[in-house]
């Protein structure tokens, strides 16, 4: 691997260079849903006057994605700072998999037909149940489905993980109701029985990530494998009765239920069946590709577990090797930001809460769990329990500790991740996300007063945004509103710009901002790589400053 070069112009700054990426902070449109501006961020209304500004972005093909109506997200966000370029990302690859047919032709697809078609058993597909195309896309299970039909598998059952939080809130019906075509149209000769078996909310259960909360993979796997729980003839029959129990709730929070035929459950996962877990985004497939794999388990009281051929979208950890079948291969990303600088022998600190640690870990390292040598991690337990409880997160605790970073001396280059915006962002609860992200513009000040201390840099931009599109939009593009006038909340994360700030106290840098045509959040690599006194690697998207 090549080695970074010192730029003679400048040599660096006597203190650190820090990232802070404030996870869904965006730059909104609608000053009515925008909870960035309503909130109270005096220190971010000051550096956006007074420092280095720009307006970069986050979503879409700038960070590898199909399409720029494909919203940004933490994982491909994180990636493409980390590594300083753009990968094409799951979705895309999976969707050019099934289109020229070769995940159909792999042999790890051939392998699980092969195994449900020789036992006459069930082929299982477990994922999220929306076309958000941030952890999973509909269109791929239904391709699945239509392809495992022409390969003669006779009983296919869906495990489905109602969304609700990369699409509309409420949305999950237009879903069922999709999906209930498909199935009368590909069950309507007979020859096959595909149903949906089993579900729940994905923030009720199965899709927990970081050893947050493993109770979540606990709902899951007794609804899933063991056909435990409430039952319901079909799914929409399960999410209206929760909506009529509990006015209000969130389809991302919906209970697991269970789909019974006959008075019986109709797909509990048993020995011999194939199981595919659809979710081509690593972070929310871990721990479920876990209880399928492992041969103890120790997070919760698994019972035995099943004999059968389980498969992941992706790999989800290719330093661990997990799943260890998976039919399409991740995005190869090399050479990254920690790397480069570790080879230099530049001391990094990375630091979240666990709901965002992996975050500044694996997936700003290349979806790498390992550690370069000259890195120090430090994760804050988080609360475990709904956010918008505690808007707060661990902002307060990973200032501390970042200041204690800077004041140390012992590291050159610190980043950090602030979850506040995009996790109290996704409860819809805009009271909650005010609080979240004045939370945050607190601990950027705390650091900006450090780092004039020590004469270091920072650089502040977010992964995408979220708190800053908080309510509905009709097809005219207007704020969607109820009876009472009141805005629709909105979940997902939005399509809209991010800040890229750079905050030089001591001038030493003689920052000045480049000319980079359409900027994304891919080119913070290089400009951390500038600030720290280095020239970046030449296929690097560039840097937003000039220096020295």
Known sequence: MEQLKKNEAFGGPEGPVVLVVMDGVGIGKNPESDYVKIANTPNLDWLRENAIYTEVKAHGTAVGLPDDSDMGNSEVGHNAIGCGRVFAQGAALVGDAIRSGSMF?????????????????????????????????????????????????????????????????????????????????????????????????????????????????????NAHVKAEGRTFKTMREAVETFRTEKPGILDQDLPAFVIERDGAPVGPIVDGDSVIFFNFRGDRSLEITKAFEADELTEFNRG????????????????????????????????????????????????????????????????NSGKFETETWKEIPSDVCPFENAPRMKADEITEAVVAAIKSGEYKFIRLNYPNGDMVGHTGVCSAVKIAVEAVDEGVGKIMEALKEVNGIMVCSADHGNSDDMCELNKAGELKRDENGKCLPKTAHSLNPVPAIVFDPSGVAKARKADVADPGIANLAATCITLLGFVPPADYTPSLVDVG
């Not at 477990?126 to 299970?141: E, K």
């Not at 790999?315 to 920690?338: C, H, N, W």
């Open 105 to 221: 032709e792999d042999t790890v697809w051939k392998e699980l037909v092969a195994n449900v078609n020789e036992k006459d058993s069930s082929l299982h597909f477990i994922g999220l149940f929306s076309d958000g195309n941030v952890h999973s896309n509909l269109n791929h299970l239904e391709a699945m489905l239509k392809r495992a039909k022409a390969e003669g598998v006779k009983k296919a059952r869906v495990h489905a993980l109602i969304d609700g939080r990369d699409v509309p809130p409420t949305s999950a019906l237009e879903y069922v109701d999709r999906f209930e075509a498909f199935l009368s149209e590909i069950n309507a000769d007979g020859t096959v029985d595909y149903c949906v078996a089993s579900g729940g909310g994905r923030m009720n259960i199965t899709m927990d990530r970081y050893n947050a909360d493993w109770s979540m993979v606990e709902r899951g796997w």
């Open 304 to 367: 035995p577990k099943p004999d059968v051929k389980y498969a992941g979208m992706m790999q989800y950890d290719g330093d661990l090797g997990v799943p260890e079948k998976f039919l399409v291969a991740p995005p190869a990303i090399d050479r990254t930001m920690s790397q480069f600088l570790s080879n230099a022998g530049v001391k990094q600190f990375a630091i979240s809460e666990t709901q965002k640690y992996g975050h500044v870990t694996y997936f700003f390292n290349g979806n």
